[in-house]
């Protein structure tokens, strides 16, 4: 998909505009099989909170992959989607014990990150097995928002507890078939991962009825020039080469599973928002789209960066912009862009827009959420029409007080007289 592509996609679906580029998801997650092509047993669990449209789905269906998912809504799309059930793993954080019985009936499987949850679920439900989440505290990245395996994060369990852990298991019977670990969004060094692995492989060695090692995600993708990106190859080689290594000391093929989001989609999708307003101010130039972070909202809420640029002109001199949204706030999505020159009606394309914007969007503004449209093979294909006004109201609800009933134009000009 060029260039030219995605400005004849955005005149047909109009903007703004989400498109996704099916071998681009594709050669991404070959690339991460491929790294780990010496481990005997390997799963992909795609984390479906990255991009959730069904048809992303099917398509991680069609590969091969499974599912990591956090809530019950999206057990449902993946089976949906034609997974099944064994093909999908349920990682929440702070659900209730209901909901993650009602997965855990589905036949998913379910992986538990607290002591609370664990005893309870264990007492219930001891024929269930379960996997375990692990907090191993290690500080993966520097940006505690998106660093979860560290000494004050909410997730997993504490590695200091594993005697904890294993009481529960033994007083409830329960079998702990998994264990696993997240330990943020930004794997920047390799050898932190395989340092926090080590304790992954450790806590291991206490659950003789063990059937996979889940090392979560974390796999860093660039989002501009310069970015450091997690080096999955080499990644690929050293923990297979620890991970065969354990394998045999414990004298069983496990298999070793990994739940990629980012990874796999945020290079594959495109956002397309027109350039309503072009803003000379004392300071700067304002190009404002007919957007804002109720469309895309990791520049406002993460600070990430994404790299802009001008489809309508491409060859235009390069001048500096602050590309701004349509929003009553401040939702600025780049400062100080060198972009080709931009008028008033020229689309500007947004890269790495395919983890964490769509599914993050919102109707701030009783604005509609994007269309999202499916390059495959050549071909456009809409995956989600834009909302309509329908969407808006479909769910309000008239109470049954006077005042707030609805009148008709008739009605109103009756009471006056
Ligand atoms: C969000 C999440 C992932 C995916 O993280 P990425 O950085 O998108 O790869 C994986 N596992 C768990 C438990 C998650 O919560």
Redesign the pocket.
């Known amino acids: 998909m060029n260039n030219s592509d995605l400005l004849k996609i955005a005149n047909e679906f109009g903007s703004p505009l989400y498109v996704y580029d099916s071998e681009k998801i594709v050669s991404q997650y070959n690339r991460l099989t491929s790294a780990f092509k010496n481990v005997k047993q390997l799963k992909l669990?795609y984390?479906v909170?990255?991009l959730s449209n069904v048809a992303v789905l099917k398509l991680m269906n069609s590969l091969g992959s499974g599912l990591?998912t956090?809530s019950v809504q999206e057990v449902q799309l993946g089976l949906m989607a034609g997974f099944k059930p064994e093909d999908i793993i349920f990682?929440p954080?702070g659900v209730s014990l209901e909901e993650i019985e009602e997965v855990a009936a589905l036949g998913v499987q379910i992986?538990i990150d607290n002591l609370s949850i664990l005893e309870q679920f264990g007492t219930r439900n001891p024929n269930i097995p379960v996997c375990i989440?692990i907090n191993p505290h290690v500080m993966a990245g520097g940006n505690s928002n998106?660093s979860?395996g560290h000494i004050d994060s909410k997730?997993g369990i504490s590695i200091h507890q594993i005697p904890h852990i294993l009481r529960i298991v033994e007083n409830t019977g329960m079998r702990v078939n998994g264990i696993?670990m997240?330990t943020?969004?930004?794997i920047l060094d390799v050898e932190v991962f395989l340092y926090a692995s080590e304790i992954l492989f450790e806590t291991a060695k206490n659950f003789e009825k063990l059937e996979f090692m889940d090392f979560?995600?974390?796999?860093?993708v660039p989002y501009k020039e310069g970015d450091i990106e997690t080096n999955v190859e080499e990644l690929g080689k050293k923990l297979t080469k620890r991970f065969n290594s354990f394998c045999k000391e414990i004298g069983r093929d496990l298999t070793l599973a990994f739940?990629?989001?980012?990874?796999?989609v945020?290079d594959a999708g495109y956002f397309l928002a027109n350039v309503n307003v072009v803003k000379q101010t004392t300071s700067t130039v304002f190009a404002s789209i007919d957007s804002g972070f109720n469309h895309l909202i990791r520049p406002m809420l993460y600070n990430s960066y994404h790299r802009i640029y001008n489809l309508s002109n491409p060859t235009g001199k390069e001048r500096f912009y602050s590309v701004v949204g349509y929003i009553c706030e401040t939702d600025t999505f780049g400062s100080n862009r060198r972009i080709n020159e931009i008028s008033e009606g020229d689309i500007l394309c947004f890269k790495n827009a395919g983890?964490?914007c769509f599914s993050m969007a919102s109707n701030y503004n009783s604005r509609f959420r994007p269309a999202e449209v499916l390059w495959h093979e050549g071909k456009a294909h809409l995956i989600r029409k834009r909302e309509t006004f329908n969407d808006l109201i479909n769910n309000l609800v008239e109470p049954d007080i006077p005042m707030f009933q609805h009148k008709t134009e008739p009605e109103l000009v009756k009471e006056a007289k």
């Open positions: 669990n984390a909170k990255a990591d956090v990682t954080n992986n989440r998106i979860v997730f696993h997240h943020g969004s930004d979560g995600s974390g796999f860093k739940e990629p989001g980012k990874f796999l945020s983890a964490y």
